[in-house]
């Protein structure tokens, strides 16, 4: 077991233990809603008791991984679109929908932002998450725009809602549970929209861009 943290240094290692540990729990048990706290705890090295130091709750520490992977997104994002300039619509949406496939963590937790993780912690935690990933909104619309030879700000704003909404479904959908991959298996046509999560969501943002380009008469 790690000692207890003494010092802030120690307190911000004890806590990206506990962040590694739930990354590490959510790629190998099949996403976030099988991690459990005190899983996280066991992984980390820390007493059971101990978590409360670092994190009120399971759902603060995933809030926590979602906060990280909005600035990973968006510089993950920045960087695929540095030096590019006039893209097409249809570019704009392969690249968003690249770079957020690139984070799958990020992926499984846009499902449940908004179906629990913010509304089950305090208003401070949930103002600073607020916070923060609207400023790493700014900065994907705004490399968006910068790189495309016609996207608007509204328009780039819209491709990224459609990124959130798409991913928050197609990556469950893609990654279905033992059970209905079985089932699946004996039902195909059940299964036809658990296909490949990168494929899909590209092709209906490149819908959503090329559409909004056509219907503000661009």
């Not at 130091?53 to 960087?79: I, M, N, P, V």
């Not at 699946?184 to 959503?208: C, I, K, M, S």
Request: charge should be negative.
């Amino acid at each position: 077991m790690h000692s207890r943290a003494r010092s802030p240094e120690a307190k911000l290692r004890r806590t990206e233990d506990l962040l590694d540990a739930a990354r590490a729990l959510a790629a190998v048990r099949g996403g976030v809603r099988h991690v459990t706290l005190a899983a996280v705890t066991e992984a980390a090295g820390l007493h059971p008791s101990a978590v409360r130091r670092y994190f009120d709750s399971k759902e603060e520490l995933l809030l926590e991984l979602a906060e990280r992977g909005w600035h990973q997104w968006r510089d993950s994002l920045t960087a695929h679109l540095a030096g590019a300039q006039g893209l097409a619509p249809a570019e704009s949406a392969a690249a968003v929908a690249t770079t957020l496939a690139a984070q799958p963590l990020f992926c499984d937790l846009l499902t449940h932002v908004p179906l629990s993780l913010e509304g089950e912690v305090g208003i401070e935690r949930a103002r600073r998450y607020k916070t923060s990933s609207f400023t790493a909104y700014d900065g994907i619309v705004e490399a968006l725009t910068v790189s495309s030879g016609t996207l608007t700000t509204a328009q780039a704003q819209d491709l990224v809602a459609a990124a959130l909404g798409l991913t928050a479904h197609l990556w469950q959908v893609s990654h279905p549970t033992p059970t209905l991959a079985e089932l699946y298996a004996q039902n195909p046509r059940w299964g036809h929209v658990a296909l490949d999560f990168e494929p899909r969501l590209t092709r209906l943002l490149q819908a959503v861009a090329v559409g909004a380009a056509v219907m503000d008469g661009e």
